[in-house]
């Protein structure tokens, strides 16, 4: 009798171990992606806050636009 609880409390630790850290796992990419995506930064011309992927780099600066870039 104590042998099958042991077995059963071993068997439902490894399921549950198994399944948080699969979900570990997808959390940690879940917020490296959300990260990469929301990395806002401020055009230090207009004030206008863009995602890095649209801003226009110069000289270390993010640029929403050209526009913004040669009006500086
Ligand atoms: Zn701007």
Known sequence: MIFKIIVFGVVAYL???FF???N???NVKD???E???DTM???PSCGTYISKDEAVLS???YFCSQKCLTHK
């Open 35 to 37: 990260y990469l995506e």
């Open 24 to 26: 570990r796992e997808k």
């Open 15 to 17: 399921v549950y171990a």
């Open 20 to 22: 948080f850290k699969k």
């Open 31 to 33: 917020n490296n992606g």
């Open 59 to 61: 000289n270390g600066k």
């Open 41 to 43: 930064v401020e055009c």
